[in-house]
């Protein structure tokens, strides 16, 4: 048969984000793909340079656009580990919650999400409301619903309130519920597991190959999770597990992502108990905007929801970064991994390999 | 303790002394080395483990006219960070490719030959476009790319009745 | 008299291309599902540009989705309507001194209606598209008779920002 060269353009319906993929397709299967990246391309890592250390807070949010808090965190602890700051303990603690909240909502919409490719539409409907609910509680904590600029070096912008923290433990309790209808209508459905079982495969030789971190090797029988192995902020004192399974096909990742949900609710409420009381944010020396921050260049990393997302920060003694490198979690699959790893599946599961591997466009176009 | 085990190590293999290595933090290890010695350097650290290549990255340095490359490889069993840099001159930026050692280098060099201009010899897509499409100024991402001047004049801005202080500059 | 007619009924029924372009797209989905429910309004959205009746440019344009944005627009079936959302669009936004981003959005193609903030809210959204359907029935918004008369000035412009591009294939 002939083989012809289709585009899995930007605008698809099964497609998260303006990302492209070119595919040489024989019949249904596919023969080669490559990637087609840059067209969120802002050139942050320039921006960056010409804005001072703390005008930057405001820019970065808009990297990793589902999950903006771990660009504020990650920034932040390079900052400090440049500068030599310690935050308060309350402080740490606070930065626990709004990562793992987000963790919880950037779960939801990714399972919800497996409604785009496969068709049941319930999912996301269910998905997005239920994520609403919580970005109602960071429009209260921090004035807008999806870019807080919360996070700050020097620790958090300001104190949470204790009826906030009621209203967490309520939504907590009640999402607990909705996780059980969750499971009944995705992970039990005949049809999702004809559809996902099988689907988009991961050996574990082609993940370690390719240096995937994140749901892509926990579902290969490793448990490498940067909380547990260097733990940053407070996860040292908090107890938690981090789910594995063995094989590692399209149904296999979505219920690592379902199982990692109820974790992140333990971790909340353990922090919310253990929390104690204090300040939450240490003064910068002289007037803020003018900072400058000492020499040096350090590798700041935290466990995203996609696996190790990090910035390689230079500093010359200066007003403003002198250099910014992001490492976007899904660097090695959204674009060697489409190279190298697409070939062989259906046409219409490419949808599903490129939701379930974890891809999202915004952080490696930068 | 294996992080120092690491160290004796490596110092006696390549005679490399404490002024090449640092500690930046407990199970981070930072380690200078000539460009000549870099990738026998790296092809050594993935025989004893260092599976992950987790970033290569580069760095201008216009006043010392010359680039610095930083390669971050992570052990999971040692539980180890190591940041190797090396530094190659800004008038003939070349440099060997370790695809063929971590695959994935192919799209981190990739990117690194666009946005600054190094040349990686080994590597088929040198000089392609990746992220920028009908690109022809200089590499954008070197000191003297001025992106906002290249900004107002290729894309022109909305015109409005008052003044603007201050306008894109960063506060001195 | 008929066309008065038509702009009331199309006012009433609007399909909506659903193209994600830049940050602002992460609003897109709480506004059409069920909590702030688009569809009561009867907006729904449709995945072809050949069907669809509203281009909606979810924030800032890199030259690359650019370039795709016109083809899109210029695929699509008159009458229709485009519109800006977010401040990206308006003049450039938090990236306003960016190689990679335009700065003002009307120089290339015509917009109908802009939507101000970063990024608006699902309820700002609404009302934006309510006025939307006021400015349809009363045949106020007609972007696309401006872009069928003025092509020449919108070529220019167009062929500045991305060179010789247009119309070529990588």
């Known amino acids: 048969m002939k083989e012809v060269k289709l585009f899995h353009g930007p605008n698809h319906p099964g497609m998260h984000g303006n990302f492209s993929v070119h595919l040489t397709v024989d019949g249904d299967t596919v023969v080669s793909a490559r990637p087609n990246p840059g067209m969120l391309h802002r050139g942050f890592e320039k921006l960056m340079e010409r804005r001072s250390w703390i005008q930057n807070i405001a820019l970065i949010p808009r990297i990793c656009v589902p999950e903006p808090d771990i660009n504020e965190a990650v920034y932040s602890m390079g900052v400090e580990a440049l500068a030599g700051m310690e935050i308060p303990e309350r402080a740490k603690y606070i930065r626990v919650i709004v990562l793992e909240i987000a963790r919880i909502m950037i779960h939801l919409m990714s399972v919800g999400g497996i409604g785009g490719p496969t068709g049941l539409y319930t999912a996301p409907n269910w998905g997005i409301a239920d994520r609403d609910l919580f970005l109602d509680i960071f429009e209260k904590l921090t004035g807008h619903r999806i870019y807080h600029m919360y996070i700050v070096p020097g620790g958090v912008r300001q104190d949470i309130p204790a009826d906030l923290l009621k209203e967490i433990e309520e939504k907590l309790d009640n999402l607990e519920k909705r996780l059980v209808e969750y499971r009944e209508l995705i992970f039990d459905h005949p049809i999702i597991h004809k559809r996902l079982k099988g689907t988009a495969p991961l050996p574990?030789?082609?993940?370690?190959?390719?240096?995937?971190?994140?749901?892509?090797?926990?579902?290969?029988?490793?448990?490498?999770?940067?909380?547990?192995?260097?733990?940053?902020?407070?996860y040292d004192k908090l107890s938690f597990d981090v789910p594995v399974c063995d094989e590692s096909d399209a149904y296999s990742r979505l219920m690592l992502k379902f199982r990692e949900i109820p974790q992140s609710m333990r971790i909340i409420r353990q922090?919310?108990?253990?929390?104690?009381?204090?300040?939450?944010?240490?003064?910068?020396?002289?007037?803020?905007?003018?900072?400058?921050?000492?020499?040096?260049?350090?590798?700041?990393?935290?466990?995203?929801?996609?696996?190790?997302?990090?910035?390689?920060?230079?500093?010359d003694g200066g007003l403003t970064p002198y250099r910014v490198h992001v490492r976007g979690a899904s660097y090695p699959q959204g674009l060697y991994g489409v190279e190298a790893g697409l070939p062989g599946t259906r046409l219409e599961d490419v949808a599903v390999w490129l939701d379930t591997m974890g891809v999202c466009a915004p952080e490696f176009d930068r | 303790m294996l992080q120092n085990e690491f160290i004796a190590k490596i110092e006696q293999e390549f005679g490399l002394d404490s002024a090449h290595i640092t500690i930046v933090a407990e199970k981070k290890i930072a380690v200078t080395v000539d460009s000549g010695q870099a990738l026998a350097f790296l092809s050594y650290l993935k025989n004893i483990d260092f599976i992950q290549m987790s970033l290569i990255t580069a760095v201008d340095w216009i006043a010392e006219n010359h680039f610095e490359l930083v390669y971050t490889l992570v052990s999971w069993e040692k539980n180890l960070t190591v940041s190797v840099s090396t530094f190659i001159p800004r008038s003939e930026p070349r440099m060997v490719s370790v695809r063929h050692i971590w695959p994935t280098a192919k799209y981190y060099e990739w990117d690194i030959n666009e946005f600054f201009g190094i040349v990686f010899s080994g590597h088929p897509e040198m000089g392609k476009p990746l992220f920028l499409e009908g690109w022809s100024e200089k590499p954008p991402l070197r000191k003297d790319f001025d992106p906002q001047a290249y900004s107002y004049e290729r894309f022109p801005s909305r015109e409005y009745d008052y003044e603007v202080e201050n306008k894109g500059r960063v506060v001195e | 008299m008929w066309e008065k007619v038509q702009d009331i009924t199309r006012g009433h029924s609007l399909w909506m291309l659903y193209y994600c372009t830049g940050c602002g797209a992460i609003e897109l989905p709480p506004t059409m599902t069920s909590r702030f429910d688009m569809e009561r309004f009867g907006i729904g959205p449709m995945a072809t540009p050949r069907q669809a009746d509203i281009l909606l440019v979810t924030g800032y344009l890199s030259t690359k989705t650019l370039r795709r944005v016109i083809y899109t627009y210029e695929q699509m079936q008159s009458p229709k309507w485009l519109v800006g959302f977010g401040s990206c669009t308006l003049n450039g936004g938090i990236y306003h001194d960016s190689y990679a981003t335009i700065n003002q959005l009307d120089q290339y193609l015509p917009v109908d209606l802009y939507l101000a903030g970063c990024m608006p809210r699902p309820e700002a959204i609404i009302k934006g598209f309510k006025q939307l359907m006021t400015m349809i029935r009363t045949g106020e918004a007609d972007g696309w008779k401006r872009y069928r008369d003025n092509r020449e000035w919108y070529r220019k412009n167009q062929t500045k920002a991305l060179g010789d591009l247009l119309y070529t294939t990588r």
């Open chain 1, 204 to 234: 574990k030789e082609l993940a370690l190959a390719w240096g995937i971190t994140g749901i892509g090797i926990r579902s290969n029988g490793f448990d490498y999770d940067i909380r547990k192995y260097d733990p940053y902020l407070v």
């Open chain 1, 271 to 315: 922090a919310i108990a253990d929390m104690p009381a204090g300040k939450v944010r240490i003064k910068l020396p002289g007037n803020a905007l003018k900072w400058k921050v000492p020499k040096g260049a350090v590798y700041s990393r935290l466990e995203s929801s996609r696996g190790e997302y990090g910035y390689y920060m230079v500093s």
